[in-house]
């Protein structure tokens, strides 16, 4: 097919002879030669080369043209990509020139596909020109035609222009700020998760950035609260809803004084109060609020809104103060509220009803009778002129004052208008339940006739209908509120039934708490589950003994789940005895027994001979710097077999008799940072262990902990001086300054804190039958939470690259210590071990958790126990005082390290010699305290810049080839030393680590590949 560069290049040949102009001969053939070598680059006919060859002479960049032409005809390729460069600029800007003139997107896309050409061929600061060029073009099309395909292209194009520049750079900033755009844009239309993540960490860092205006920071703060607030509601994360008030603050911070905005905040806090339970949060709340109302709006709505949000946070600061001023501020609140709207107007019964909470919130603190009489006329008013979707609500507010009436006065009357209101209120609102509880309570507390007894019979047989309703759904839809709903309802059937039966009420809860377990992954609510279930099956009042089957048949699953997480041999003979006792109590012809006495054949299965285990081990895995563990074939074993695992750490418990002398050892302290005070208690327990010597610790921190450590400190022990030294991170930043003050301390005390205070399950996919390995099933397979700080994790692997683990003493509460133990003997496992259907044995560790396994080379671990309230735990001190002595008359003799301390930090162009094994390495792209697993052997980085370059689109979408995580995410490298001049000729194929799953990949033509 003729194309039009076709005609093109015929039309200008006709200079070639002569017979045209000749003062327009020489422009043409120049024209002709840059069309010649256009329609080559297209199509590859080396005869278009072999002509432009012929044409000239020529001088500048023609000439340089033609000699390009020549050395591509020898297959010497050495000189002519900056040719070819030069060319598709030319190109390139002649298309945009025509652009600007005539808004044709045609010539748009022309620069696009130049500037694309010419990417392959640009280096250095080249590069980074061409493609923030390329960027504005892709951006200017999204633009012109608002299509998917341009936006999406435009973020790919974006993502790479802000690798080419430093943050310090003008270009790093406005490509930051122009993908937020682009990514908010997307996020709007999609709610694609992935994108919401990146958009969070975008606006971080430029609210971060000051060289943005403050009023755009606020702007990008305001956001990032709110997606993180949506998102919070969503997954039910404490963590997104900390970060949520984290940027509110910031918000509030900038100067930013939208009173709107203050209210929402309000608001918001209040929710953050529910999780930290720390009233200076609801404070904050309520001054937040007060400033909110100080300048009324326009909007009646609104004001309400405002006043409502700062009514909440008062009522919430007085139940937790208790304090009667406090109370007299919600009321006065609510009656400023009341008067918004018109007396009979329905929108004024949501403020009567807040105004009738706070007065019987009121009378139960003062005992006032006239704040319980005006409640209740205020709460009978509201209901008049409520609304349905504020019915309910109101209700819950006038039945929680009748049962107050009914509590004080035994007043028959209030007892018979609560029962009238449950008649005909629908229980499915939270705080309903909570009325009705109260409401309850205080009828049992007196005689009732007959007929009331009935009633409560029938309504606690509606609620218990309603709640395994509310189980089933929310199981259904994987959705914790509904089973929340459903725990609710069942504890208020329990609270209104005359006389509950233990074995129905522990069966419902137990089989409602498993399902609560399968999507919120908390530990303590498997356990609690499995208790509830085996106490349900053995209770004799149950009148329904067939349930009894059915509940222990239920406990014998849960445990064998919690087996399979946990792997103690100790729940699957449970589980066996309960599946026994289960067919027992189960009739001989009931339909369930079959799969019942195979699911007892399958545990039996797995006692006698456990299953078969695939290993999933990269080639070379042994070079994970020295994780690998002797042990580690023998702990998949015993991990299998449900067989207690050797870590290689010895644990000693707290309490023992013996007393040590420690010295005066200068100790550096590392803990993990918690919402709760366990590090501060560790590190009393520390000094005190200390005290008498000259002994001092060190903590890497900044001035800000400073005040936290000695507030807990003083508390423990007066105004005694603390033997504590604050080393503040120095400009190179905390990683670093810990590094050297580990080469420098003595001794190493570790507090491994998680941060869920429940230590996260390890979590499994759904299990398979079917054999074979489905390697996108293995790819998508969860990955273990983290199990403590990253930082910590950090800190772990650089006690190993520093040699300081035979003088590291490692201190964890006595509730995680088995957890952790087998942290560290799976840690040193190689690889990953499945069954022969591919399901996962063990647990899918990441990279940093599986820095743990390092901790079995250090000196001893501590596990302790702590009462509530203590500041000290002396059996703690005692232990450490003991293990610090014993380190001092061990006489330990520190391997030395084949690399210098000050080489284990930042990123260099020159080859350090660097761990595992001390070879040359330059790694100058990343700092290496950052990279996990540094690999073996001589190697040199590669910028993440250039793997698009290299590896196929697939490739770069897909990501790592064992766990999908970004490129961004992954650690490239060749092995050998080069330049990047020495690159420029041909480079290695690469080698990767990627730092989320630890696991190594190489390059196969222009794809990443397992290995």
Not at 208 to 220: G, M, P, T, V, Y
Not at 659 to 664: E, H, K, L, Q, T
Request: hydrophobic content about 40%; charged content about 30%.
């Amino acid at each position: 097919m003729v194309t039009a560069l076709d005609k093109a290049i015929a039309t200008l040949d006709g200079f070639r002879a002569g017979g045209r102009r000749l003062a327009s001969r020489s422009a043409a053939l120049s024209h002709l030669l840059f069309g010649l070598w256009l329609r080559w680059q297209d199509g590859g006919d080396d005869g278009d080369l072999r002509e432009i060859t012929g044409l000239g002479p020529f001088e500048g960049p023609a000439a340089e043209l033609v000699a390009a032409a020549e050395k591509q005809l020898a297959h010497d390729k050495t000189v002519h990509s900056e040719v070819r460069l030069d060319v598709a600029l030319t190109l390139r800007n002649a298309r945009g020139a025509a652009y600007k003139r005539t808004g044709d997107v045609s010539h748009l896309d022309e620069v696009i596909r130049l500037g694309l050409v010419a990417a392959e061929f640009a280096t250095g600061d080249d590069r980074a020109d061409l493609l923030s060029a390329q960027s504005a073009a892709l951006i200017e099309r999204y633009g012109r035609t608002g299509s998917v395909e341009s936006r999406d292209e435009a973020i790919t194009a974006v993502r790479r222009e802000r690798l080419e520049y430093p943050v310090d750079h003008d270009n790093w900033l406005s490509a930051s700020t122009d993908l937020h755009q682009l990514i908010a844009e997307r996020w709007m239309s999609t709610r694609d998760p992935a994108d919401g993540s990146e958009l969070v960490a975008l606006s971080g860092e430029l609210v971060a950035n000051e060289r943005l205006s403050r009023e755009k920071r606020a702007q990008l703060a305001r956001d990032r609260s709110n997606l993180l607030w949506d998102r919070a509601r969503n997954r039910g994360s404490a963590e997104d809803l900390g970060r949520a008030v984290e940027s509110a603050r910031d918000w509030v911070r900038l100067g930013d004084d939208d009173p709107g905005q203050l209210s929402s905040i309000c608001y918001l806090l209040q929710s953050w109060f529910t999780v930290t339970e720390v009233p200076d949060d609801l404070r904050e709340a309520v001054a937040l609020g007060r400033r909110s109302v100080e300048r009324p709006a326009m909007d009646p709505r609104e004001q309400r809104r405002r006043l409502s949000n700062l009514f909440g946070a008062e009522m919430a600061l007085a139940e937790t103060t208790g304090e009667r001023a406090d109370h007299d501020a919600a009321v006065a609140t609510a009656r400023t509220a009341v008067e918004v709207y018109p007396p009979g107007d329905p929108a004024r019964s949501p403020d009567l009803m807040n105004l009738a909470l706070a007065l019987w919130q009121r009378c139960r603190v003062s005992g006032d009778r006239g704040d319980l009489d005006e409640s209740l006329r205020v709460g009978r008013e509201a209901m008049r002129t409520a609304g349905e979707q504020d019915r309910i609500r109101v209700a819950a507010t006038l039945l929680g004052a009748l049962g107050l009436r009914l509590e004080i006065e035994n007043d028959p009357a209030a007892r018979d208008e609560g029962l009238r209101l449950l008649g005909r209120t629908p229980p499915a609102d939270p705080a309903l339940l909570n009325s009705i509880r109260i409401f309850a309570e205080a009828v049992r507390r007196h005689p009732v006739p007959a007929v009331v007894e009935r009633f409560l019979h029938d309504y606690t047989a509606g609620l218990l209908e309603i709640a395994i309703q509310a189980s089933e759904e929310g199981a259904r839809q994987r959705k914790l509120a509904h089973l929340d709903l459903a725990l609710a309802l069942l504890a208020t059937a329990e609270a209104v039934t005359p006389t509950p039966n233990a074995a129905v009420f522990e069966g419902l809860r137990g089989q409602m708490m498993l399902r609560h377990w399968q999507v919120s992954r908390r530990r303590v609510e498997l356990d609690e589950a499995i208790g509830l279930l085996i106490r349900a099956g053995s209770e004799e009042s149950d009148p329904r003994r067939e349930m009894a089957g059915q509940h222990l048949w239920d406990a014998a699953v849960a445990l064998y789940r919690r087996f399979r997480r946990r792997r103690r041999i100790a729940d699957l003979h449970e589980a066996r005895r309960q599946m026994e006792r289960a067919l027992a109590a189960t009739a001989p012809e009931a339909e369930e027994r079959p799969r019942m006495v195979q699911f007892l054949a399958g545990i039996d299965g797995h006692l006698t001979k456990p299953s078969m285990l695939i290993g999933h081990g990269d080639l070379g895995e042994a070079d994970r710097e020295d994780l690998s563990s002797p042990a580690g074939i023998a702990n998949v074993m015993r991990w299998n077999q449900g067989e207690r695992r050797e870590s290689g750490l010895t644990w000693v418990d707290t309490g023992g008799p013996d007393v040590g002398d420690p010295g005066s050892p200068r100790v550096l302290f590392l803990r993990t940072f918690t919402e709760d005070d366990a590090s501060y208690v560790v590190l009393n327990s520390l000094g005190a262990a200390l005290d008498g010597g000259s002994g001092r610790i060190e903590i890497v921190s900044d001035q800000r902990d400073r005040a936290t450590v000695e507030q807990h400190w003083a508390e423990a022990f007066g105004k005694r001086p603390a033997p504590i030294d604050f080393v503040a991170p120095g400009r190179d930043g905390w990683r670093r300054t810990v590094l050297e003050r580990m080469a420098a301390a003595d001794v190493i005390v570790l507090h491994v804190s998680p941060k869920d205070v429940d230590f996260p399950e390890f979590p499994f996919a759904q299990p398979s039958t079917e054999l074979g390995m489905d390697w996108d099933r293995f790819m998508d397979a969860p990955m273990a939470g983290p199990i403590t700080g990253g930082g910590l994790l950090r800190e772990v692997s650089f006690l190993n690259r520093v040699r300081r683990l035979p003088v590291t003493v490692v201190v964890c509460d006595g509730r995680y210590r088995d957890t952790l133990d087998d942290l560290i003997a799976l840690g040193g496992v190689m690889g990953d071990f499945t069954d022969m259907a591919g399901n996962w044995v063990t647990p899918r560790l990441a990279a940093i958790d599986k820095q743990v396994g390092h901790l079995r080379r250090a000196y001893r671990g501590i596990s302790y126990r702590r009462a509530d309230g203590e500041v000290v735990v002396s059996d703690l001190a005692g232990a450490l005082g003991l293990a610090l002595g014993d380190l001092r008359d061990a006489d330990i003799t520190l391997e030395p390290a084949p690399w210098r301390p000050a080489d284990l930090c930042g990123r260099s162009p020159e080859p350090r010699r660097l761990p595992p094994d001390g070879a040359a390495k330059i790694v100058a792209y990343t700092d290496v305290e950052a990279v996990l697993f540094l690999p073996e052997g001589e190697i040199t980085e590669i910028d993440h810049r250039e793997v698009p370059a290299i590896l196929s689109r697939a490739a770069i979408a897909t990501g790592c080839p064992y766990c999908r995580a970004p490129i961004e995410r992954m650690f490239f490298f060749v092995r050998e030393l080069m330049t990047r001049e020495q690159r420029a000729s041909g480079t290695p194929d690469l080698h990767a680590k990627c730092q989320v799953c630890g696991r190594k990949s190489s390059q196969w033509d222009t794809n990443l590949m397992p290995q």
